[in-house]
């Protein structure tokens, strides 16, 4: 009779907190049984904070993020600028990212040389000031080379077409399939992002309908 009323009692606070408790019914102590469903009702709303204070940073990272994006000094093209009169070459891609995963965040330019040597140009976002460069290993240079020939429009000067629509925070060649083409990134202040082609040899910029496609599909997957 005791444990029926111990249970209900922790039943019904369980209730009241919004929580649930599962309380075991046992020919021994009822003191324990009371004692399992707190501490029951306490691992669940443990968990419920962890997942909240996740969800908090992945809020800040991403305003991080933005911030860090709409507060360079140097844009992309200067920042491919600065790259080539460091290592010369064709400028192939550039992009605003943090530094071997550190808190510091560089422009990272890809530079193909004349004798299909490619480097990774490091750009100082404040100053333009080029903070290193080593070589990488690729192995899609034929392509590259391929998808450049007969172009007109640069790195650069598709980084400068597409800064028209936000910040760039990124431009890269995209040598597959059949429409070749500058494919840049740019993010708002508020942390908005969208995808762009720049035609290599006009320097039109277009919306990438490919990445608003994909982005519908997600939000069907997501409401499925």
Not at 4 to 21: E, S, W, Y
Not at 23 to 39: C, F, K, W, Y
Not at 173 to 186: C, I, N, Q, R, V
Request: charged share 35%; aromatic share 2%.
């Amino acid at each position: 009779m005791k444990r029926n009323i111990v249970i209900a009692a922790v039943t019904a606070a369980a209730l009241i907190g919004g929580g649930t408790a599962t309380a075991l019914a046992t020919t021994g102590d009822d003191q324990g049984s009371a004692r399992q469903a707190a501490t029951t009702q306490l691992s669940n709303d443990d968990v419920r904070d962890d997942q909240d204070d996740a969800g908090d940073r992945d809020d800040r990272d991403d305003r991080d993020d933005a911030e860090k994006t709409v507060s360079a000094d140097v844009t992309a093209s200067e920042a491919i600028a600065s790259a080539l009169k460091h290592t010369s070459g064709t400028a192939v891609s550039a992009e605003l990212d943090d530094e071997d995963d550190s808190a510091k965040v560089v422009w990272k330019v890809d530079v193909l040389s004349g004798d299909n040597t490619w480097h990774s140009v490091s750009v100082d976002p404040a100053s333009g000031k080029v903070l290193g460069a080593h070589t990488d290993d690729e192995d899609d240079t034929a392509q590259v080379r391929a998808a450049l020939k007969g172009s007109s429009v640069t790195a650069e000067e598709a980084a400068k077409a597409a800064a028209g629509k936000g910040v760039v925070t990124s431009v890269d060649l995209d040598e597959d399939g059949k429409d070749k083409s500058w494919e840049a990134e740019t993010r708002t202040s508020a942390g908005a992002e969208k995808d762009w082609k720049v035609d290599l040899a006009s320097g039109k910029v277009t919306a990438d309908r490919s990445d608003a496609q994909d982005d519908d599909a997600d939000d069907v997957d997501d409401q499925d």
